[in-house]
Each structure stands twice: as C-alpha cells, then as structure tokens.
C-alpha cells in the first residue's frame, strides 16, 4: 500500500503529527477546565499574610490574575518563578487552597515574594471559581470579566500573552 502524495514528505508527516499532538492537548486543556468559572470574576476578600485585603476589585481597572494553588502540589512548585515573574508587572493574588496562613509561612520559609498570598483553608472562594485542581489560572480583565482560564502548568510567556490577550 502506497501513501497518499501529501503524506510523501516526512515533514509533512512530522507536521501532522505535531498538529494532532497540539489539537489533542488544547481539546484536553478544555476539557479540564471545563467546570472553572466565566463571566464577571466572583468577588471575594481575603487577608493576605501581610495583613492587607485582597480582592479582585482592589485591582479593577487593570488586568490581573488569580491564582490557586498548595503548597503540596509539585507543579505548583514549579510554576512559582513565572507566577512571581508576571507578579512584578501585574496584580497577582495567590490563593493557596485548603492551607492556612502557618502553612504558607513554612512553605515560603523565610523567604520573600512578590506574590500577594493569601489561604482559601476552606476552599470558599476555590468553590466559587470552580476550582477542582491546582494549579488554576484565571485572567481576569480590567472590566472585571474572567477572559481566560486555564488548570494545570503554564509557561511565563504564556501566562503574559493572555495578559496582553485580555485587551489592556
């Protein structure tokens, strides 16, 4: 059995197999977001460990993220430094779920960040976003609109193109 003439090139193989690859993660990435919120962003207020209340009106006008996470969660862990990067330039809140205040001091040992953390310990404001796993990402525009969402890991860069995506 012969190949059709536009499977001849090995490259076009090798192409077609990375668009099917890609179309698979994007379908899968869909699917496990599924059940996050859209729409206006759920209001909340939360004491940050530095004593301040966070909430996303705090930062209306601006896009920002929401961002849930543990302490407990490796890819948490690796996805820390673009969080703290992005957080530089932009408002981030760091929820970590199911932790308490004690919890995150540990965790951060002594050290600093730039993130604006705070403990969901009860998963309160989680439920209301629709969080059922961590790592969760949402942006959240200006207008105070969820205009992207994403679980699981997420590069720097492509945190920040949905920042730029967010039209501010």
């Given amino acids: ?36 919120a859209t729409g206006p962003a759920p209001m ?5 460990l530095d ?8 930062f209306a006008g601006q896009p920002q993220v929401i961002y849930f996470w543990t302490t407990w969660c490796p890819v948490c862990k690796a996805q820390r430094g673009a969080i703290e990067s992005v957080a530089e330039d932009y408002p981030v809140i760091a929820l970590a779920l199911g ?15 730039a993130l604006r953390m705070a403990a969901d310990s ?13 790592p969760a990402i949402f942006i959240v ?13 997420t590069t720097e860069l492509g945190i920040r193109l949905r920042l730029f995506l967010s039209g501010e």
């Fill in 141 to 153: 525009d200006g207008e105070g609109n969820i205009v992207s969402r994403q679980m699981g890991y």
């Fill in 51 to 58: 004593e301040q209340i966070l909430s996303p009106a705090r």
């Fill in 1 to 36: 059995m012969t190949r059709p003439a536009f499977l001849a090139s090995k490259w076009t193989r090798r192409a077609l197999a990375v668009a099917f690859f890609v179309a698979v993660f994007l379908l899968l990435s869909g699917w496990r977001a599924r059940e996050l």
């Fill in 122 to 134: 009860d998963g309160r404001i989680a439920r209301r976003y629709g969080v059922q796993g961590v």
């Fill in 99 to 113: 932790e308490t205040d004690a919890q995150i001091r540990d965790y951060l040992d002594g050290g600093t960040t």
């Fill in 44 to 48: 909340f207020e939360v004491l940050a």
